[in-house]
């Protein structure tokens, strides 16, 4: 890869960190408790085996970013990259959407289930776990972006050795 | 591509095609009803909105997997399908991984929500969603495969180029 086709990919790997570490850290630190029927209720992420997922996959996708932004970009490297990636992409998509399901249930609750909304009760925890899901969004958004420049390239390169 | 090496995605695509089918048809036939309470209490898919997204994603990707198996694999139109194949993957994983996350929510509840579990009055309905689930999830397997030897295809094609 020229010195110029690599600027794009790290400038959105450095933005795919700090997404990564800001979903990280905001949900790891969403905290709020409630009175209800006189008994003390704490909301925390570590309540919900999926948001500990959530928080997990984000986790290991910023640590993923932070080593790769020290890796020279050689070319058999690189071929493992694209799977890398692919495998982190995944991670992100599927741990963020499992997370947007159970937050909706805690905005909406679901009157067929008997499950009622909680975030009336626990605002400022709904608020951290909202901001950690739109930093989580975003990483997935810049993950794809990776991806397809990836693809894009391969295919590029795949052309011009052809001609 | 040559011929032989044709043969491997095909019947992935076959595979991946019966997943699908699979996990739609047995989600949609999912219905069981229960009495809690003295008030009469139907489950079924589309009282979930993550049930219902799941559904849709299945049914999306039955139809991509069909109109492939009819396309002729021009190197222009496969150059989108290693794109394709990745939006499905990705609306497959985030599809599963939100189902699941409700489904493990309907086994085995919430304390700290205060969500009760609901398969142990509707088994038969707990019963159909656990078996999309294992369809979705062999759809999904299925599909990384399939984006793997792409990728692998790719690369492979780039270095015997390059040589």
Redesign the interface.
Known sequence: MTKAKRIPPFLLRLLALSATISATIVLVTSHDSAEVLNMS???KYS????LKYFMIVNAIASGYSLVLLFVPSKSLLW?FL??LD?VI??LL??????????A???KKG?S?????P?CGQVPKFCDHVTGALVAGFAAVIIY?LL??YS?HN??D??ST??A
Chains 1, 2 share one sequence.
């Open positions: 209720f704490v909301a309540n919900s085996p999926t071929h694209l799977v692919l992409t995944s998509i599927s741990s963020i959407s499992a997370a947007l399901a159970i909706y249930v805690a679901n067929h289930a008997g499950w009622l909680i794809f991806l397809l693809i391969v295919l390169l795949l050795a052809k």
